[in-house]
């Protein structure tokens, strides 16, 4: 078989793609005539040298041996860890996160970075010690601690956000790793349940009425069964009782303005409102290249990072914003693909950690961006400006390439 | 890990859910963007619109205020405006707006409250007419300010000497009521309050222009939409031309200073004001802009009144200046003749004795005019009101300008009172008043009032030759195309006054300038002069001096009506003043000198506002 046979063309024609995506998007955010003289006009030439250098950094890892990146998951892993304790103390602040670290003169934001290295350490967790299963209690705390090591140390960053990836990382890995149907489902729906309970209790309550009996029909435990019932009426109980007594009333109104910004249209509500209007405006065809009115007037904050997706959709309309979700599909179906058939357990769980990392990163964003979800500041993946969040992505992007590459050599030593 | 035949089963499966469970996540993407873009097109299109455009009014020039020669008595000057736009604008940044502007943060407070209750979306004003440098602090700031803008804008400015208070008028902010009946104004904006700002606020205001800008999420403009081809530019407001002479204006307001009444210089000809001073007055300027709210409170707690407008408003009995018109009225109701005499012992005995000054002997209408014999006029109205009753007696006065409007262009003006029956049965009740009320009609004391305008305008009918003038302060309005309107009224014939009457009349004004009480200070060396004085008793102090007159004697060009409150007699207090105004309008300068420091020495009695 000759490389370019063996190289997994669309994953990398997907990432090369999403990669321009944001490229023009960004441009288009920061370089119109009211963005002149600011601090976000350099962005654009500075993801330009990003991409250039993360397509050199895919090039040079396909020609490393997969199994380097075995031995150096731990190592990685431990190493990212104590970057994060650094970034405690000696980190930048910027807008309330101290999650910048100064390292001869590039800013680094370990905190992406570290998914990777959480994802490998987990993956190598599971692949060295050749008895572990997950029916094992064991398995499960040691991956629960390699996740909320990192979490703890993001918390104390202050970038709740990226906090929330690492921990919705976790049901993914353990179904993949092979937690029964019935715990899988315990642990996912609780979430969709709190989101309804904020939205619909009607719909919270038809959910988990679903689940309990799902769980019962699933692993036919009554007393599992009843504890799925007790979660369901701690979490709608739990949350309505924090929207009512926890919280103050301006952050209430942060969470619940993404269903209705009118609550507060002017604090919270103000970027939900000019987000919808950004997409909704660009209807069918868009508004046009550098012709976004709500992007050139810097009507949408954050435009380059974390709102970039209603740039998309404004001035190319449903057909950017539908390229984008459909590239997206690609990338993700093709690495759930790669992770199935791959023969390397290593492999399996790192590319599984990885597509994890990617669609939560995309729920999370774009259902801020719809108006979907409350407004969590995480970067939509390769689209975003920020050369922390690029890299990273692109490096878990060239593993993924190098694992499939060496498919068959790799199996052949697990 | 080996990889046993029942984990790969369990992979295959965890593949397909998690196939299957991305492909419902971007399913539900992909409709969300549907649902936005195809059917919340029609919703959020118009927002991002409006979001970005902004419709900003342009405000016009006022019209400039020309004096009779083309002097500018009121211009504009640049003022400097912080403006609002509450749907952007951050509470937080009230303690730095405060600190800039050095105004207090309550006040702050209260403004922007004011303005998103007028409306959230639109641009008020903040701060008015703020210093140069607090502009230019704010100028710099404005990155920080989110929804404050500015703007340069005009405010009036009095460039001339003379301050003409009330003639001139001044403005203040539109009220609510006045913003709800009207599309023509904004909160914030100015409309004139009083004199002819006021009157002609239509055509001064001028037209509002509208400009469309981009701007961005900060409320900055960034500049002209579409070119502005949209644009509708400002159309600035009328130029008015006014009858006003700066010089004599000038003299009348330096003559009354320190003094309480009013002077009324008008053209007998035309109607044409050509001064206009009512004193105490106030300061136009300091009223421009910014409301100076410490000199409002101060000019309006004034005891005399210095927003009153007293040459058109002040009520007094016009005292001996009503004897012209007596002899008129008595000689067309064929009661005396020019040469009827009557004789005057010092009084008029009926019912009770009416007092004159002194023993004139007999009299006829000219020598009565010239001595101010009060006899022959007690005698005249006795006559008249017996014979032809009161009614008949106040509507010829009524027909000269008295007791009516004069259809000025002015504010505030006052009808002033001629009694008639209707009017003492109303005040003192029916059968409580009598011949006594009615006789001292006949020398202008008693229950009537009229105002220095009244006074000016019956003289000027005497001295016309008995045509009633419409007065006025505007001659003509000058429209941006350079088209010119005339609004002046024609005078109006009053039919009953006859040539040889008015005759008979003007020779006595003239005989009262040259050998009566108006000799000392009224009389010119180089222009006949004619008029005569008065004296208004005034129960309660000193009485008001009065003063009418006319010059020249056989082709009048200005007629002068002076009443000077509290001053005593007319000769000595009101006469002085329209001398030395007769002297400046004829000769362009004061030839008497000390006189004029007479005048400005002179201190009337104390004004007691309780009492006048």
């Known amino acids: 078989m000759t490389w370019y046979t063996k190289f997994d063309w669309l994953l990398f024609i997907s990432w090369l793609g999403l990669s321009l995506i944001g490229l023009i998007a960004i441009y288009s955010a920061t370089q119109g005539p009211m963005h002149q003289d600011t601090f976000i006009a350099g962005n654009f030439s500075r993801q330009v040298l990003h991409l250039v250098l993360g397509l050199i950094i895919i090039v040079i890892m396909l020609f490393i041996s997969p199994r380097a990146y075995v031995q150096l998951a731990l190592p990685g892993y431990l190493l990212c860890l104590f970057i994060a304790l650094l970034t405690v103390f000696f980190g930048v602040e910027v807008g309330g996160e101290r999650n910048w670290l100064n390292i001869a003169g590039f800013r680094l934001q370990i905190s992406e970075f570290m998914k990777l290295g959480t994802i490998l350490a987990i993956a190598a967790y599971l692949s060295n010690f050749r008895n572990a299963t997950t029916s094992n209690f064991q398995t499960i705390t040691v991956i629960l601690v390699l996740i909320l090591a990192p979490v703890g140390l993001i918390t104390l960053h202050g970038d709740t956000g990226t906090s929330l990836v690492y921990i919705a990382l976790i049901p993914f890995i353990l179904f993949w790793v092979g937690l029964s149907y019935g715990y899988s489902l315990l642990l996912t729906v609780p979430a969709l349940i709190a989101y309804f309970t904020i939205i619909n209790i009607y719909v919270a309550a038809a959910i988990s009425l679903l689940l309990v009996f799902a769980v019962f029909m699933l692993e036919k435990k009554p007393a599992l069964t009843i504890g799925s019932v007790v979660v369901c009426i701690l979490v709608v109980l739990g949350v309505q009782f924090m929207l009512t007594e926890v919280l103050q009333p301006h952050q209430r109104a942060r969470v619940e303005s993404f269903h209705d910004p009118s609550v507060d249209p002017h604090g919270a509500g103000w970027n939900v409102i000019q987000a919808k209007t950004a997409i909704s405006s660009g209807g069918i065809h868009g508004k046009g290249f550098l012709q976004g009115t709500q992007t050139q007037l810097r009507f949408l904050p954050e435009q380059q990072t974390d709102f970039i997706f209603c740039v998309i959709s404004e001035e190319f309309g449903l057909i950017g914003g539908g390229l984008t979700l459909f590239l997206f599909f690609l990338m993700i179906s093709r690495l759930i693909a790669i992770a199935g058939s791959h023969k390397n357990s290593f492999a399996k769980v790192t590319i599984i950690g990885v597509a994890s990392v990617f669609i939560i990163h995309i729920i999370v964003n774009l259902g801020m961006a719809m108006a979907l979800l409350p407004v969590i500041g995480i970067p939509l993946p390769l689209i975003s400006y920020g050369g922390s969040s690029f890299l990273s992505f692109s490096i878990m992007i060239g593993l993924c390439l190098n694992f499939d590459y060496y498919m068959r050599d790799f199996g052949l030593y697990s | ?612």
């Open chain 2, 1 to 612: 890990m080996p990889i046993t035949e029942n984990e790969s089963q369990r992979t295959q499966t965890a593949v397909i859910v998690l196939q299957i469970l991305i492909t419902a996540i971007f399913a539900i993407m992909f409709g969300r963007l549907i649902y936005l873009q195809i059917f919340q097109y029609d919703v959020y299109s118009p927002i991002s619109e409006r979001n970005s455009i902004r419709q900003q009014i342009v405000n016009p020039a006022r019209g400039l205020i020309f004096d009779r020669h083309g002097n500018l008595l009121v211009g504009n000057e640049p003022s400097f405006t912080i403006t609002i736009t509450p749907l952007n604008f951050d509470m937080s940044s009230i303690p730095l707006l405060s600190k800039l502007t050095g105004t207090e943060k309550e006040e702050i407070e209260r403004r922007v409250m004011e303005a998103r209750s007028y409306s959230f979306h639109r641009e008020s004003r903040l701060l008015r007419d703020v210093s140069f440098e607090v502009f230019s602090d704010v100028q710099e700031n404005l990155w920080r300010l989110p929804g404050i803008s500015h703007q340069v804008e005009g405010k009036r400015s009095y460039p001339t000497p003379v301050r003409l208070s009330h003639a001139l008028g001044y403005m203040a902010e539109v009220s609510r009521a006045e913003l709800n009946s009207s599309p023509d104004y904004r909160m914030g904006d100015l409309i004139g309050r009083s004199g002819l700002e006021r009157i002609y606020e239509p055509y001064l205001r001028g037209e509002k222009g509208t400009q469309f800008v981009t701007i961005n999420a900060f409320g900055r403009a960034l500049g002209p939409f579409n070119e502005g081809i949209l644009d509708i530019t400002p159309q600035r407001g009328v130029n008015i031309y006014s009858t006003l002479d700066t010089e004599l204006q000038r003299v009348a307001e330096e003559l009354l200073a320190g003094k309480v009444g009013g002077v009324v210089a008008l053209n007998p000809k035309t109607g044409a004001i050509l001064a206009m001073a009512s004193s105490p007055d106030y300061d136009n300027s300091r009223l421009a802009g910014r409301l100076d709210r410490s000199y409002w409170q101060e000019i309006n707690a004034d005891s005399l009144t210095p927003l009153f407008n007293r040459s058109v408003a002040a009520m007094q009995p016009p005292g001996s200046t009503t004897k012209p018109l007596m002899g008129l009225i008595g000689m067309r109701l064929g009661l005396i003749s020019e040469e009827t005499t009557i004789f005057c012992a010092g009084g008029y005995q009926r019912g009770r004795f009416y007092r004159c000054l002194r023993h004139h002997g007999n009299q006829t209408i000219g020598q009565a005019i010239e001595t101010s014999c009060n006899t022959f006029f007690y005698a005249l109205m006795d006559q008249i009101v017996n014979r032809h009753g009161l009614n008949v007696w106040k509507e010829m006065m009524n027909d000269t300008g008295l007791g009516v409007s004069s259809g000025i262009d002015l504010t505030n003006e006052v009808r002033g009172i001629v009694p008639d029956s209707a009017y003492f049965n109303r005040v003192f009740g029916v059968r409580q008043w009598g011949l006594g009320d009615m006789i001292n009609l006949g020398i202008g004391q008693g229950a009537m009032g009229t105002t220095p305008l009244q006074m000016a305008i019956s003289t000027a009918a005497i001295a016309n030759n008995g045509y009633r003038v419409t007065p006025h302060l505007i001659s003509h309005i000058e429209f941006e195309d350079g088209q010119t309107e005339n609004i002046v009224d024609p005078p109006v014939r009053i039919d009953w006054m006859q040539p040889n009457h008015l005759k008979t009349v003007q020779k006595g004004m003239r005989k009262a300038v040259t050998d009566g009480s108006g000799r000392f200070y009224a009389n010119l060396r180089d222009v006949p002069v004619a008029g005569k004085t008065g004296t208004a008793q005034n129960p309660h102090g000193q009485n008001h001096g009065w003063f009418i007159t006319y010059a020249p004697f056989d082709d009048p060009e200005i007629v002068i009506a002076v009443l000077l409150q509290n001053a005593g007699f007319g000769s000595i207090s009101a006469a002085p003043v329209a001398g030395m105004m007769m002297e400046q309008y004829f000769y362009g300068e004061i030839r008497r000198p000390h006189v004029y420091q007479m005048m400005l020495d002179f201190k009337p009695a104390p004004f007691n506002p309780n009492n006048n």
